[in-house]
Nanobody, 116 residues
Framework: QVQLVESGGGSVQPGGSLRLSCATSGIIFSIYTMGWFRQAPEKGRELVTTITSGGTTSYVDSVKGRFTISRDNAKNTLYLQMNNLKPEDTAVYYC??????????WGQGTQVTVSS
């Protein structure tokens, strides 16, 4: 059974840090480009960052220098280290395959709230 389980979210003050995890099952994790997505209140879901099977990363401009995506293929797990968080980073964060328009069933996501 394919499953994506995000965790690690929480409430932090501006400038704080969080590390998100995405545990996957039911897929050959190592072969996929994976991505972190987020959905802010009353906004559509947006792609934040991706990492290829070989470890090449890409980021949207708004998180460059602050977020770091990584993966552990032995553990079938995707990570997102988020530093210097800003209020505009507040959103529900999701992980998924990033392969054109192909997506696995979405997980429940993990809420990140940045507020003073």
């Amino acid at each position: 059974q394919v499953q994506l389980v995000e965790s690690g979210g929480g409430s932090v003050q501006p400038g704080g840090s969080l590390r998100l995890s995405c545990a996957t099952s039911g897929i050959i994790f190592s072969i996929y480009t994976m991505g972190w997505f987020r959905q802010a209140p009353e906004k559509g879901r947006e792609l934040v960052t991706t990492i290829t099977s070989g470890g090449t990363t890409s980021y949207v401009d708004s998180v460059k220098g602050r977020f770091t995506i990584s993966r552990d293929n032995a553990k079938n797990t995707l990570y997102l280290q988020m530093n210097n968080l800003k209020p505009e980073d507040t959103a529900v964060y999701y992980c998924n395959v990033y392969d054109g328009s192909f997506r696995l069933p979405w997980g429940q996501g993990t809420q990140v709230t940045v507020s003073s």
